[in-house]
């Protein structure tokens, strides 16, 4: 990636509650991470400037040469992968989901990628709309997907989703952690909400076990994408503040499917060169076979609108 720094903006508060107190917490390279002394969130300086950042959500971010820095090894090459991660998570959410006091299922999916939540959900008859950023990948989403009965729009949620559209269902996975106002886009969204209506997202926690044995090393540093961490004290007093009552918090379901080739590849970010050559022998033979996996150090949140 570029690190020009004319790209770039140097971050001096924190952009949840605004507070120009902080703490160093992590210094990688050109990237510094703070913790803001008011509510927690740790965040990201310097950032790529706004056209800059969404420019990275283009092609080479779903193909990338070096995933361990910035997007996916091959995205749409593992459909089933997430296919599979996502029908477990559905499993989990059924609880929630048959409180709903409407009858009406629609959904919309925010980084909505190529569907392939959307497309699950739709199988258990729930109505989607995906949104995201990218066009390179809806534009894939609207070809992969062109015989069901979904709806795929490239943008942000306030250009591309009226406050009239209501939902019972907002999901975000591995989302809130790229978007630069995390309180913007929570206040977006409960709008959009119908009363009672849930919000579901997932976002790694920087005060994880993992977190904090692996430093600079943790798989979730990723600084051109990642621009802020959260904790449970930083998720619970956004989604407070936003207008929403959390009914769940939990690390418990937050596994995902995996190839051993994708082992292989983060463990050459964590371990010494010789015992990366270890696993890489080890796992050699086991490059496809797929591993459900779960480090504990994320977060799915289901939280309801209240006002
Ligand atoms: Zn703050």
């Known amino acids: 990636m570029n690190q020009n720094l004319d790209n770039f903006n140097e971050i001096t508060e924190c952009g949840v509650c605004h507070t120009k107190e902080y703490t160093a917490f992590l210094k990688d390279g050109i990237f510094s991470i703070n913790k803001c002394s008011q509510c927690t969130t740790h965040w990201v300086t310097p950032r790529l400037k706004p056209e800059k950042l969404k420019d990275i959500y283009q092609t080479i971010y779903w193909k990338s040469d070096s995933p361990k820095d910035l997007g996916y090894d091959d995205y749409l090459r593992q459909d089933k992968l997430y296919q599979k991660t996502f029908s477990r998570r559905f499993k989990n959410l059924i609880p929630f989901l048959s409180k709903l006091t409407t009858t009406q299922k629609k959904v919309l999916d ?34 992969t997907r062109a015989h069901e009965d979904l709806e795929f729009r490239s943008g942000y949620l306030h250009e591309k989703v009226a406050e009239k559209e209501k939902f019972n269902l907002i999901t975000m996975w591995d989302v809130i952690e790229h978007v630069e106002d995390p309180i913007g886009i929570l206040k977006q969204i409960n709008v959009r909400l119908n009363p009672g209506g849930l919000l579901v997202l997932e976002t790694q926690n920087i005060n994880s076990f993992f977190a904090k044995l692996l430093k ?92």
């Not at 918090?249 to 596994?255: D, K, Q, V, W």
Request: aromatic share 12%.
């Open 110 to 143: 925010i980084g909505c990628s190529n569907g392939v939540f959307l497309s699950m959900m739709q199988k258990k008859g729930w109505k989607g709309v995906g949104l995201d950023i990218s066009e390179y990948i809806i534009e894939q989403a609207q070809k």
């Open 216 to 307: 600079r090393s943790w798989h979730h540093f990723k600084h051109f994408e990642h621009i802020y961490h959260f904790n449970e004290t930083a998720l619970r007093n956004m989604l407070e503040n936003t207008g929403f009552n959390i009914k769940s918090i939990s690390t418990a379901n937050s596994g995902k499917y995996i190839e051993g080739k994708f082992l292989i590849e983060r463990s050459q970010r964590v371990l010494p060169k010789f015992l990366h050559g270890l696993v890489k022998t080890c796992l050699g033979g086991f490059q496809h076979t797929t591993f459900y996996a779960n480090m504990h150090d994320e977060y799915i949140i289901v939280a309801e609108k209240t006002e």
